[in-house]
């Protein structure tokens, strides 16, 4: 597979990129984007070529679930199974931005993508690309960071493209990104948790659930 890498403005995509990359995503393809912090790989929860692809190109262990980008709360309910009120709290506060959600998966989804867990991480991204994407499409997309697993992340697309070329098919290359990743927090016990530290502190989760 040859991959391509073109320059795109993150703050005004160009419409034809996005139109490239969302045709590619149909097909079952793999595509590289800018997005908050860091460059993460997207593609179509719903089509196992592509779910396979992405744990092909990240080199990913298969019992390990693929976060999704959603458009909104809405969305996000709507691929997701019962929820407690600490999502409509979580997402209220800090949606969009830079906090991952893992809640129970729907049958919506391919038990693939919950790496057979029935579990579902979820976030709102401010990212442009990936929101415009997102409403392209009309449904989540994958979106897990875009380096080879056990690798440091890529926070420019020439770093993604140097690290991937070959595994993806197009690097959307917004330049560099910079910041602490996004932070995952589990609410699917009765105690939540945080499981990856990132730019919300804990101790923000804990004010706002009180």
């Known amino acids: 597979m040859a991959t391509d890498l073109v320059e795109i403005n993150p703050e005004a995509p160009q419409q034809d990129l996005l ?3 969302a045709a590619l995503i149909r097909r ?3 595509v590289a984007i800018p997005s ?3 460059y993460t790989l997207v ?3 719903f089509s196992l070529r592509a779910v396979s692809q992405v744990f092909k190109a990240k080199g990913r262990e298969p019992h390990r679930s693929l976060p999704l980008l959603v458009r909104d709360a809405l969305m996000a309910e709507e ?3 019962e929820l407690n009120n600490r999502f409509a709290i979580l997402t209220r506060r800090f949606w969009p931005g830079p906090l991952t959600i893992i809640v129970p998966a729907s049958a919506k989804l391919p038990l693939k993508v919950t790496g057979n867990t029935g579990r579902l991480a979820m976030r709102q991204s401010r990212s442009i690309v990936a929101n415009q994407l997102i409403a392209m499409l009309n449904h989540p997309l994958i979106s ?3 380096n080879i697993s056990g690798s440091p992340t890529c926070r420019s ?7 991937m070329d070959g595994r993806v098919e197009l690097v959307l290359d917004g330049g560099a990104c910079a910041g602490p990743g996004a932070t995952t927090v589990d609410i699917t016990d009765p105690i939540w948790k945080v499981i990856r530290a990132g730019a919300i502190e804990e101790k923000e989760i804990a004010e706002c659930l009180g």
């Open 19 to 21: 139109e490239r990359a």
């Open 28 to 30: 079952g393809r793999v």
């Open 144 to 146: 897990t960071s875009a």
């Open 79 to 81: 691929y997701a199974g």
């Open 157 to 163: 697309g020439i770093e993604v493209f140097g690290m």
């Open 36 to 38: 908050d912090a860091l």
């Open 43 to 45: 593609a179509d929860p």
